[in-house]
Nanobody, 122 residues
């Protein structure tokens, strides 16, 4: 069992930055691929990006060059650094853990955090 807790959300102006953190419980964090998803009001949940256990990263096109995912296995933590934020980035952001090396869909993830709100004002 893995429990995930996100933090770092908030209100930021367009063009600003935020760093989200997701702390995982359990001793097998380093073996999981960790993903970030987001869900805006009235929209479906969207894949944002993923980092494999080896550090390979994958991003949705809309955030490439602006968002960076990293992980610190010693701290059981995955990060989402978000730069050049846009109002369309406003959403609840979720981290998730998957036992699959490359997991680009939500149904590949076994464990989910409770989410943290990110609001970008124009």
């Amino acid at each position: 069992q893995v429990q995930l807790v996100e933090s770092g959300g908030g209100l930021v102006q367009a063009g600003g930055s935020l760093r989200l953190s997701c702390v995982a419980s359990g001793r097998t964090f380093s073996s999981y691929a960790m993903g970030w998803f987001r869900q805006a009001p009235g929209k479906e949940r969207e894949f944002v990006g993923q980092i494999s256990w080896s550090g390979s990263t994958y991003y949705v096109d809309s955030v490439k060059g602006r968002f960076t995912i990293s992980r610190d296995n010693a701290k059981n933590t995955v990060y989402l650094q978000m730069n050049s934020l846009k109002p369309e980035d406003t959403a609840v952001y979720y981290c998730a853990a998957s036992g699959i090396y490359v997991a680009l869909r939500g149904n590949a993830y076994n464990y989910w955090g409770q989410g943290t709100q990110v609001t970008v004002s124009s």
